[in-house]
């Protein structure tokens, strides 16, 4: 029969796992729940359940998710969530992701990708891939492929793939109405002349111009002749800024990655996404809180060509600390060699976190935890991973690795073959080590073991430590089967080398870059990982889940997971 302790401490791990520390109160009713006589000497059940926090918060998680391995819990039944959309109709939703292919898609897109394409998906609708791209200084096919290669990844499955660099002409028939009913006009003031005019909210000399003289000044700046930029004409008192007469196009002479030289005048986001949005169909646009000032500027637009408007759906941008999620904060990063490309394991963008070895579907549930809430938070990345583990622990081998070897010989271990399960609960199967009296710990066990100390080497036998030599070996002997509590990890003599590569914040609190963030772990793992594929991910067993990054010859290079 189940013991009250036994219980306790099974919702202790759970609950500590979840959380970070343990909680009394959070304990107690699932306790009671599954052992109903608790509730009879309260007293007690309250004290071994205190105990017994104080005992797994000298754990580590790994440990504590080893020892969770041995309980059943019951999973919750989660209901299907769903978003309402206001003014939807199922079947006539239209949504578009709209990336500017100027980097490598990162988790923030994710978010917002997964949200078009599930609403998309609830209504019977469609979603379009939009490539924003009428920036040449910054765009390249190269990125255009990656964040294709990103979302297929993701399991996302777009119904028409579009770019906006292909409608340069609808955007100028746009742009010329705007000059003629006088809602654009053509500046030729510098740079640092109008910002300073839009700040004081004085209008430039140019604001004036007849629509004749602008739609001169047009002609010219698209055959080359004027370098200019176009302005919209709105309120120049606004307090919002955004509307202060904001850019709508400027001349670029850099060659298109697509267009070649066929364009120099290139539209503004702001310009472009009203027009491409009233092509395309687009009844539900989504995008973050930051462009929330520019909303009144995108409908002030849809008003001035007299085109019905959409219903702008906005949600928080993803935020996660000491995680560089933006561009302007990644390509530094890439470009200054700081990080080893942008499938660098430390790196938020979904090829550093494919390799990393996190799950699509776990970036998923992460993303679309958040649904359409405005709020702004900053979740530490230990939400995904968690998400992560739950997808990776039910299917992942296990296998035997120690960390900075230190060896060992067990006098009387006769040589021998054992069989091990690859998976404490699952069917995957058995692995044979073969086994004699010289084995490897690693150098953390080895510094704390005790003349004399009496411990198990996990699946293998009991020993009892005869002999020890400043943790850099150690003499044992064999001794019976018995209960014992302290378990520690072995590898045999015969094992492999490997390196583990172990991401840690890429930030430091104040935002710098942490040089120290890739860790190293230099150890031995059993011989059955010759046989992990590379991509594999596994779980070494008291010490982490970890990917096989790459096989080489006399070693395997993993990198942690979580």
């Not at 004290?47 to 819990?73: A, D, F, G, P």
């Not at 040589?415 to 069917?427: N, S």
Request: charged share 30%.
């Amino acid at each position: 029969m189940t013991s009250l302790q036994e219980i306790a401490r099974k919702y202790v791990l759970k609950n500590a796992f979840e959380y970070g520390t343990a909680n009394v109160g959070a304990v107690v009713g699932k306790v009671i729940a599954e052992f109903p006589d608790a509730k009879n000497d309260m007293k007690t059940t309250m004290t071994c359940i205190s105990n017994t926090i104080i005992e797994v918060s000298k754990l580590s998680k790994n440990q504590i998710l080893n020892e969770m391995n041995r309980y059943e819990y019951i999973k919750k039944e989660e209901k299907q969530k769903t978003i309402e959309l206001p003014n939807a109709k199922k079947g006539m939703v239209i949504t578009r992701f709209p990336p500017e292919p100027s980097g490598y898609p990162h988790i923030g897109h994710a978010k917002a990708a997964f949200l078009d394409y599930e609403i998309a998906k609830q209504y019977d609708g469609q979603m379009i891939l939009r490539f924003d791209d009428t920036n040449p200084e910054k765009e390249s096919q190269e990125y255009v492929d990656a964040i294709k290669d990103g979302l297929s990844w993701l399991g996302i499955k777009w119904s028409i793939e579009t770019y906006t660099s292909d409608n340069i002409q609808k955007i100028y028939e746009a742009a010329e109405k705007l000059i003629i009913i006088d809602k654009a006009y053509v500046c030729i003031c510098s740079q640092e002349k109008l910002s300073a005019k839009r700040t004081h909210a004085k209008p430039c000399t140019c604001r004036s111009n007849s629509t004749v003289d602008n739609n001169a000044r047009w002609k010219k700046m698209l055959s080359g002749k004027l370098k200019a930029v176009l302005l919209y004409k709105d309120d120049l008192n606004s307090n919002n800024t955004v509307m202060r007469d904001p850019a709508l196009a400027r001349v670029i002479t850099k060659k298109h990655y697509r267009q070649k030289s066929k364009y120099i005048v290139w539209p503004s986001y702001d310009l472009a996404v009203v027009i491409m949005d009233h092509y395309e169909g687009i009844t539900h646009p989504m995008r973050s809180k930051e462009y929330e000032l520019r909303d009144a500027l995108y409908y002030s637009l849809f008003d001035s060509l007299k085109w019905e408007k959409p219903t702008m759906i906005p949600f928080s941008r993803l935020s996660i600390k000491n995680a560089p999620i933006s561009k302007r904060l990644l390509t530094p990063l890439v470009k200054e060699k700081k990080v080893c490309g942008w499938d660098d394991p430390r790196l938020p963008t979904l090829a550093g976190l494919k390799r990393r070895g996190i799950l699509p579907e776990a970036i998923k549930n992460f993303v679309l935890s958040f649904g359409l809430s405005r709020v702004e938070s900053e979740p530490t990345l230990e939400a995904l991973l968690a998400e992560n583990r739950k997808l990776i622990d039910p299917v992942a081998k296990r296998f035997f690795f120690v960390k900075n070897p230190v060896p060992m010989s067990v006098n009387n271990l006769e040589k021998q073959q054992i069989v091990v399960r690859t998976h404490p609960k699952q069917d995957l199967g058995n692995r044979k080590i073969d086994v004699d009296g010289n084995i490897y710990i690693s150098e953390s066990d080895a510094t704390e073991l005790k003349k004399n100390e009496e411990l198990r080497l996990k699946d293998l036998c009991n020993i009892r430590i005869i002999k020890l030599s400043d943790g850099k070996m150690a003499d044992a002997i064999r001794t019976d089967d018995k209960t014992v509590e302290k378990k520690i990890q072995w590898v045999p003599k015969k094992s492999i080398k490997c390196e583990i590569l172990i991401p840690k914040d890429l930030l430091k609190d104040d935002g710098t870059f942490d040089q120290n963030s890739l860790e190293k772990a230099i150890g031995l793992c059993e011989p059955a990982c010759a046989n992990i594929r590379e991509g594999e991910i596994i779980q070494f067993e008291r010490f982490g889940f970890c990917r096989l990054d790459k096989k080489s010859a006399g070693r395997l290079t993993f990198i942690y997971t979580c």
